[in-house]
């Protein structure tokens, strides 16, 4: 057996990102920068109102109150995308939505809701995009009741980004926020390294489709939806390439197909040592491959290696076949070796490890593996984890592993007793 660190050592020596590619925004999600970004404008560029209410001079109505209103003469109507150049002066304000920009002369915004006057009519007199004054019979004036501060309900320009900030850094995974920040600043396109298309199948002549029947001696065929929706979820593109069965020529044609429209390839069962492990086979005949028995449980069978095919090579991660030993392979091994594909630098390619108190105990027994227990973990009290074991630990009851929400990182020994610390990695 060899540590996880070496196996994972293998599998990044044969993966690197390809070049990168300017995307439109609208698919860059998700993505890896391959750029730095700098806004060439500030965000917002002009002083606008962050409230529908009037636009004043706080001089006016500093000594405002309820039993010293202060009346103003309204002189325009201002609407966002709809300026308006007026400029206002001593006792005068100006009625304006949220969005729009700021006229000359004022220095603060009351909200409407502090104004005993100036409600919009539903009889044409409220002010409209097309005029710089109200309409009779809309109010020519507005009464005050109370001071305001200079700045009140003002954007001031550039107080979300200024002209020359670095917005995004090459290397950043992109958000839906980070894409909007984007998009301020008057981008519709990154550089980013282009998400994987990772190919998957299964292998098995025991398998069948979910929907099937059972007869004697099947079982169903999970790894494939289980993989496939761990590929979605951590950002790539998955290619579901169906079930192959346990055939030389079904198996090469698969591998040769997916070498021709896939960046990755993983497969699941076949990668033991086992008579009919025929994936082993055919991937030796295509390829350049490591087959590793690796110092961890569940998960110990794994391979990796390098196939070419058409002028194209591609990494394949063989998995085992059991459903739970399955998903944990591809969480420790596949899913580092994939990030390095979609241009996650090197701290970035683990899940961290946070600590936590176990509750109950989490007992294994002495092997020579580190062992990853399904776990159940939940936010303490004052901050931290704690976790409870989720149930039995076979590799092959996925039930299990469906209950939990982090794996729990047992060296080898006798396991963490109540009240113990443990690593663990909390998956999304």
Same mark, same amino acid.
């Given at each position: 057996?060899?540590?996880?660190?070496?196996?994972?050592?293998?599998?990044?020596?044969?993966?690197?990102?390809?070049?990168?590619?300017?995307?439109?925004?609208?698919?860059?999600?998700?993505?890896?920068?391959?750029?730095?970004?700098?806004?060439?404008?500030?965000?917002?560029?002009?002083?606008?109102?962050?409230?529908?209410?009037?636009?004043?001079?706080?001089?006016?109505?500093?000594?405002?109150?309820?039993?010293?209103?202060?009346?103003?003469?309204?002189?325009?109507?201002?609407?966002?995308?709809?300026?308006?150049?007026?400029?206002?002066?001593?006792?005068?304000?100006?009625?304006?939505?949220?969005?729009?920009?700021?006229?000359?002369?004022?220095?603060?915004?009351?909200?409407? #809701?502090?104004?005993?006057?100036?409600?919009?009519?539903?009889?044409?007199?409220?002010?409209?995009?097309?005029?710089?004054?109200?309409?009779?019979?809309?109010?020519?004036?507005?009464?005050?009741?109370?001071?305001?501060?200079?700045?009140?309900?003002?954007?001031?320009?550039?107080?979300?980004?200024?002209?020359?900030?670095?917005?995004?850094?090459?290397?950043?995974?992109?958000?839906?926020?980070?894409?909007?920040?984007?998009?301020?600043?008057?981008?519709?396109?990154?550089?980013?390294?282009?998400?994987?298309?990772?190919?998957?199948?299964?292998?098995?002549? #025991?398998?069948?489709?979910?929907?099937?029947?059972?007869?004697?001696?099947?079982?169903?065929?999970?790894?494939?939806?289980?993989?496939?929706?761990?590929?979605?979820?951590?950002?790539?593109?998955?290619?579901?390439?169906?079930?192959?069965?346990?055939?030389?020529?079904?198996?090469?044609?698969?591998?040769?197909?997916?070498?021709?429209?896939?960046?990755?390839?993983?497969?699941?069962?076949?990668?033991?040592?086992?008579?009919?492990?025929?994936?082993?086979?055919?991937?030796?005949?295509?390829?350049?491959?490591?087959?590793?028995?690796?110092?961890?449980?569940?998960?110990?069978?794994?391979?990796?290696?390098?196939?070419?095919?058409?002028?194209?090579?591609?990494?394949?991660?063989?998995?085992?076949?059991?459903?739970?030993?399955?998903?944990?392979?591809?969480?420790?091994?596949?899913?580092?070796?994939?990030?390095?594909?979609?241009?996650?630098?090197?701290?970035?390619?683990?899940?961290?490890?946070?600590?936590?108190?176990?509750?109950?105990?989490?007992?294994?027994?002495?092997?020579?593996?580190?062992?990853?227990?399904?776990?159940?973990?939940?936010?303490?009290?004052?901050?931290?984890?704690?976790?409870?074991?989720?149930?039995?630990?076979?590799?092959?009851?996925?039930?299990?592993?469906?209950?939990?929400?982090?794996?729990?990182?047992?060296?080898?020994?006798?396991?963490?007793?109540?009240?113990?610390?443990?690593?663990?990695?909390?998956?999304?």
């Amino acid at each position: 057996m060899i540590p996880l660190d070496d196996a994972r050592a293998v599998v990044l020596a044969g993966c690197e990102a390809p070049p990168p590619l300017r995307w439109p925004l609208r698919v860059a999600d998700g993505c890896v920068t391959a750029e730095s970004v700098t806004a060439v404008d500030a965000v917002p560029t002009f002083d606008n109102s962050a409230m529908d209410g009037y636009a004043v001079r706080t001089a006016d109505i500093a000594h405002a109150h309820a039993d010293a209103p202060v009346t103003l003469t309204v002189i325009a109507g201002v609407f966002a995308g709809h300026p308006v150049d007026v400029t206002v002066g001593p006792g005068e304000c100006v009625r304006i939505m949220t969005g729009a920009a700021v006229p000359a002369g004022v220095d603060a915004v009351v909200p409407v #809701e502090r104004t005993s006057t100036g409600e919009w009519s539903a009889d044409g007199g409220a002010f409209t995009p097309d005029t710089a004054s109200p309409k009779s019979p809309a109010p020519e004036t507005v009464v005050l009741t109370g001071p305001a501060t200079v700045g009140d309900h003002i954007r001031r320009a550039g107080d979300d980004v200024s002209a020359g900030d670095v917005v995004v850094t090459e290397g950043t995974t992109l958000t839906p926020a980070r894409l909007g920040v984007l998009a301020g600043v008057g981008r519709s396109s990154v550089v980013v390294h282009p998400r994987p298309r990772v190919g998957v199948f299964t292998t098995g002549d #025991e398998l069948v489709d979910p929907a099937w029947p059972l007869a004697p001696g099947q079982i169903r065929d999970t790894n494939r939806v289980v993989l496939l929706a761990m590929l979605a979820r951590d950002g790539f593109e998955p290619v579901d390439l169906g079930r192959v069965a346990d055939d030389e020529t079904a198996l090469r044609a698969a591998i040769t197909a997916a070498t021709r429209s896939c960046d990755a390839l993983v497969t699941t069962g076949g990668v033991s040592m086992g008579q009919v492990d025929l994936v082993r086979v055919v991937l030796d005949r295509l390829g350049d491959m490591h087959w590793m028995q690796v110092a961890i449980k569940p998960a110990k069978p794994f391979a990796f290696g390098v196939v070419a095919s058409g002028g194209r090579r591609i990494p394949v991660f063989g998995l085992p076949g059991n459903p739970v030993s399955s998903a944990v392979s591809y969480e420790l091994l596949a899913r580092v070796g994939l990030r390095r594909i979609a241009g996650h630098g090197d701290d970035d390619l683990v899940r961290p490890a946070v600590t936590a108190t176990v509750s109950g105990d989490l007992r294994r027994r002495r092997d020579g593996k580190v062992h990853f227990a399904r776990v159940v973990a939940t936010p303490a009290a004052g901050g931290g984890w704690t976790v409870t074991s989720a149930g039995s630990q076979g590799s092959h009851q996925l039930s299990v592993l469906a209950g939990s929400n982090a794996l729990a990182v047992l060296p080898d020994g006798d396991g963490v007793p109540d009240g113990g610390t443990v690593d663990i990695l909390v998956l999304d």
